[in-house]
């Protein structure tokens, strides 16, 4: 099972941007489709981004097409995401996660490993 460590968050003001990184452990993590999910205070996780094994297959909540980008590099078990033109509602905590499954699902129950998170605070 992989085990994975977001790291990049942090405070930044509307319109600024961040890149979130999600290092993953074991020689399988090329295998797995990885996928970032957030939840703002208050409120239920919500699915925001994902990759397959390949990075053929790359999905978006709409909220964030065209401003977040999700990209890996297998040989570093690195997932990235970029975050640009924040807003305020972008603030959560956000997670890493690991999926199995080949086709880049976005239900968090398809997602079988997950980082501990890191606080992304966006000011107005």
């Known amino acids: 099972q992989v085990q994975l460590v977001e790291s990049g968050g942090g405070l930044v003001q509307a319109g600024g941007s961040l890149r979130l990184s999600c290092a993953g452990s074991?020689?399988?993590?090329?295998?797995?489709?990885i996928g970032w999910f957030r939840q703002p205070p208050g409120l239920e996780r919500e699915f925001v981004t994902c990759i397959s094994w390949s990075g053929s297959i790359r999905k978006y909540v709409d909220s964030v097409k065209g401003r977040f980008t999700i990209s890996r590099d297998n040989a570093k078990n690195t997932v990235y995401m970029k975050m640009n033109s924040l807003k305020p509602e972008d603030t959560a905590i956000y997670y890493c996660a690991a999926s199995p499954l080949t086709i880049a699902p976005t239900a968090d129950a398809d997602f079988r490993s997950w980082g501990q998170g890191t606080q992304v605070t966006v000011s107005s």
């Open positions: 074991g020689r399988t993590f090329s295998s797995y489709t």
